[in-house]
């Protein structure tokens, strides 16, 4: 089986080249994303493997099976970036991998709730200039703090998990409840309760049509003056220029992204000598109390192994014609 990589990253290389050993696939590297002009790169293919910022629209859909290729392999958990439908069309298989570790995303919430709660990260650079002084710095206890969890699924619980070790309450929001979490001491509650009650909100929901937007001017309104906003999921769950006006008014507290709305033609890049255009992300750079992070929640070694090895079996059960048990197929 031929296999096409797109928006490859050195250490994608790596991990997918070690695993691939005991599958044998031809494996071809490309560091750009897919998109309708990049989709001529592919020369004949059976598969592609693609990541959460190329953006597999019908005319990029129509251009893959042109070349041939029958199955998408997602190494991402998200498929928000698909049009599922057209897949359908094109008679081409879309897999992912579902779960690689969900305690590296969840641990990185935890890593940014700490940061902006402690700033660390200001302690270290202080520390560097021989500035001992402490103004500033303070924080909160987490011990007692009310955290709102929006999405108990596999990140969501580990998160819950966590923030229960550390003493909080632990109010959460889903679609469905999960009895796990109400045994361990998870209260779920309707969602203007969750925003109005939490003195952190983390988001852990995909992105669908149902929360493009979930924070929105209403919602940030329903929230705790001086609430905590983190967010690992995907940047279409905030509207971005309204959480900027609840910034700059002291409504939101401090504010952490590892995700945005735009980051496709930022994240993953070096663009250290380059003028930034996107004055949004911009404006979010400039406040103390806003922390970004570029897409790096699942970035841990064990995930690594996980996504290599998930993403080349579902593609052997793919060319065996096993079940493909992490196919992602149209909710109906
Ligand atoms: P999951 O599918 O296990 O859990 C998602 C949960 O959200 C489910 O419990 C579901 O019922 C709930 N949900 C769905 N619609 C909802 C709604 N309208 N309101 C409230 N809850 C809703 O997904 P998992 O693995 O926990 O991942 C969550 C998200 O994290 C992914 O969709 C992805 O966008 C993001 N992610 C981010 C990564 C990063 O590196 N920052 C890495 C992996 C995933």
Same mark, same amino acid.
């Given at each position: 089986m031929k296999l096409t990589f797109f928006s490859t990253q050195t250490y994608d290389k790596t991990f997918f080249e070690e695993h691939n050993k005991s599958f044998g696939f031809a494996i071809e590297f490309f560091e750009v994303a897919l998109s309708e002009s990049t989709a001529? %790169?592919? /020369?004949? =293919? /059976?598969a592609i493997c693609v990541f959460v910022n190329d953006r597999i629209t019908l005319a990029v859909i129509k251009l893959l099976a042109a070349k041939g290729v029958k199955v998408i392999a997602l190494r991402c958990a998200g498929f928000n970036n698909v049009d599922l439908m057209a897949a359908v069309q094109y008679n081409i298989r879309v897999v992912r991998v579902? #779960? @690689? $570790?969900p305690h590296a995303v969840a641990e990185h919430a935890a890593a940014m709730i700490m940061t902006l709660n402690r700033k660390t990260h200001k302690a270290y650079n202080r520390i560097r200039e021989? !500035?001992? $002084? %402490? $103004?500033?710095l303070m924080g909160f206890d987490l011990f007692g703090k009310t955290i709102g969890v929006i999405g108990t699924g596999n990140i969501g619980m580990v998160f819950c998990k966590i923030m229960l070790g550390f003493g909080c309450r632990v109010v959460a929001y889903d679609i469905k409840k999960e009895d796990s979490m109400i045994e361990a001491g998870v209260i779920y509650v309707p969602l203007d309760e969750l925003l109005s009650a939490s003195d952190i909100v983390s988001l852990h929901c995909p992105l669908n049509k149902e929360t493009h937007y979930l924070i929105n001017q209403d919602t940030i309104g329903m929230m705790k003056n001086g609430a905590m906003l983190i967010n690992t999921s995907r940047g279409g769950l905030i509207d971005t220029k309204k959480v900027i006006k609840a910034l700059k008014s002291g409504k939101l507290g401090a504010l952490g992204i590892d995700? @945005?709305?735009?980051?496709?033609? *930022?994240?993953?890049?070096? *663009? =250290?000598e380059h003028i930034i255009a996107d004055d949004v992300i911009s404006r979010l750079i400039s406040f103390p109390n806003v922390l970004i992070t $570029?897409?790096?929640?699942?970035?841990t070694k064990e995930a690594m192994d996980q996504i290599a090895s998930t993403t080349l079996a579902n593609l052997k059960a793919f060319e065996s014609g #096993?079940? *493909?048990? !992490?196919e992602v197929k149209i909710s109906k």
């Open positions: 001529n %790169l592919i /020369d004949k =293919s /059976d579902p #779960a @690689y $570790s021989q !500035n001992f $002084s %402490l $103004s500033g995700v @945005y709305e735009q980051e496709e033609t *930022l994240f993953f890049q070096n *663009l =250290s $570029s897409h790096q929640g699942f970035f #096993a079940i *493909l048990v !992490n």
